[in-house]
């Protein structure tokens, strides 16, 4: 299919930074966006061109009623680690788009997730929708993201990268991680909705070069203009952060993510794919020095009043 061709897309998680960057991109390509929401309509993001249904994951009515008319599906689950409502909410995904007669659905798992079973809610939950996916006979494309870029353009790390050159982030330094800004993940799952013949597949999607720390760092630097240390930050020091902006549970979920990598079992889950799914997928993400130079880092830095920035899960 040519991605010139209209879509109505039922976007999953439209509300969120990773599914709000997936609706932007569709709605500037001219592509028609609904998405489902419980938020009422004064505290809803800005997504100018997409329509909202309210209602919630956990009603099939309301889901159906998301699909109803849409052609292609993406979808995101939100910040929810419980297995069994996870399990809901992804049989009533399945079951709308199936009865909407979706040609295509890209789930995107938030997370590169482990080949073999483990006890991280943030991997196994994920993987529960998958396969609730898969056994329904949607036409499916999943892709498995690692970490964000614009985890980093946010309050806890902004000041400090700004003003003190520190940064600061809970995945070990030899970890090589090929980071992605939430535009590239929008980019990857556009080209998943669009590209012939993927029916199936699985991409672990990622920047093109896996970074460790240092390197992270240094290409921090270069965008930047200053030196930059990179810093380990202890996961269960990250996770109360967190735990103060989402609730303990969902902190608990996406720090399980960080607790995994640290304890060195599988240290190349969020390193790059050498080039497999940019090459099929025909994205170039762009290079982090490249996005940081495109951040506007001053709204961080001690000099200015303007220090508010909605922070990225």
Do not use: C
Request: charge should be negative.
């Amino acid at each position: 299919m040519s991605s010139h061709i209209p879509m109505r897309v039922a976007v999953v998680g439209a509300t969120g930074f990773q599914g709000g960057a997936v609706a932007r991109l569709l709605t500037e390509r001219h592509h028609k966006v609904r998405t489902l929401t419980r938020r009422p309509a004064g505290d809803r993001p800005p997504l100018p061109g997409a329509s909202f249904v309210a209602g919630d994951l956990a009603r099939p009515a309301d889901v159906r009623r998301l699909f109803d008319g849409m052609t292609h599906a993406s979808v995101v689950l939100p910040l929810v680690y419980e297995p069994e409502r996870v399990r809901l909410y992804a049989r009533n995904i399945a079951h709308a788009a199936v009865e909407a007669g979706i040609v295509r659905l890209v789930y995107n798992s938030n997370t590169r997730i482990p080949q073999g079973p483990t006890s991280v809610a943030a991997f196994e939950t994920r993987r529960i929708a998958e396969e609730v996916f898969r056994e329904s006979g949607i036409p499916l494309v999943v892709v498995r993201p690692p970490v964000y870029l614009d985890n980093l353009f946010s309050p806890w790390n902004g000041p400090a990268l700004v003003d003190e050159g520190v940064l600061a982030y809970p995945l070990p330094a030899s970890a090589p991680t090929a980071w992605l800004s939430h535009r590239d993940l929008a980019g990857a799952v556009l080209a998943a909705l669009t590209t012939d013949g993927l029916e199936g597949r699985t991409f672990d999607i990622g920047g093109a070069h896996a970074l460790t720390g240092a390197e992270l760092a240094a290409a921090f630097g270069r965008g930047l203009g200053r030196s930059v240390q990179y810093l380990p930050l202890p996961p269960d020091v990250f996770e109360r952060g967190l735990a103060r902006l989402l609730g303990p549970a969902a902190a608990a979920g996406v720090a399980g993510i960080y607790h995994y990598m640290a304890t060195g079992a599988d240290p190349l889950l969020l390193a790059a794919d050498d080039g497999v799914s940019a090459e099929v997928l025909a994205v170039e993400p762009a290079p982090v020095d490249e996005w940081v130079m495109r951040q506007p880092w001053q709204v961080w830095s001690s000099d200015t009043e303007e220090q508010s920035a909605s922070p990225q899960g």
